[in-house]
T-cell receptor
């Protein structure tokens, strides 16, 4: 089915572990985004990508790494997870950076213990 | 610094009434403003987009206004139903290359029957 999918949907990990959240879209959209959503903060942009091999930092990039070797995939890696990275992570995609609908995935719930 | 605020965290109304949600912003001149709906445990879903030169936009029972002088957008749901209960997010779209949407924290609407 066409759309945007995230995996895993739920993950519990230990402090210091590396974790990768996957995001896949089937529309061949140029832009992909990673947001985190926390109570009291709303959605905050972590990283985004305008095309394969082009990525840029958002509001809260520290502790995260992204890559985009293929247009359809945009994985987010927490190199050494901390408790403060416990959150819900949303991947999103759109064809144009402005004036366009953004399509969100269903979210990845990450708990760092 | 740029700031986007949604007037309240929660809004409770009776079925059949009109719900009005407010989004205010400062230090910003967005080209567009978007509204999204988010249900518990799900990703945000696009509802409406309004351009800076549009005063009002409608879609079925939804209406959005955009006042660039007041730096404010109002989101109305007429004849509200319990199924409209959700969190509604406004997002500023700067209309500039390389700048992603900036989201408000959301207003949680509860419609009681």
């Amino acid at each position: 089915d066409a759309g945007i999918t995230q995996s895993p949907r739920y993950k519990i990990t230990e402090t210091g572990r590396q974790v990768t959240l996957m995001c896949h879209q089937t529309w061949s959209h140029s832009y992909m985004f990673w947001y985190r959503q926390d109570l009291g903060h709303g959605l905050r942009l972590i990283y985004y990508s305008a095309a394969a091999d082009i990525t840029d930092k958002g509001e809260v990039p520290d502790g995260y790494v992204v890559s985009r070797s293929k247009t359809e995939n945009f994985p987010l890696t927490l190199e050494s997870a901390t408790r403060s990275q416990t959150s819900v992570y949303f991947c999103a995609t759109t064809g144009s950076i402005s004036g366009n609908t953004i399509y969100f995935g269903e979210g990845s719930w990450l708990t760092v213990v | 610094s740029q700031k986007i605020e949604q007037n309240s965290e929660a809004l409770n109304i009776q079925e059949g009434k009109t719900a009005t949600l407010t989004c205010n912003y400062t230090n910003y001149s967005p080209a567009y403003l978007q509204w999204y709906r988010q249900d518990p445990g799900r990703g945000p879903v696009f509802l409406l987009l309004i351009r800076e030169n549009e005063k009002e936009k409608r879609k079925e029972r939804l209406k959005v206004t955009f006042d660039t002088t007041l730096k404010q957008s109002l989101f109305h749901i007429t004849a509200s139903q319990p199924a409209d209960s959700a969190t509604y997010l406004c997002a500023l779209d700067p209309g500039q290359a390389g700048t992603a949407l900036i989201f408000g924290k959301g207003t949680t609407l509860s419609v009681s029957s």
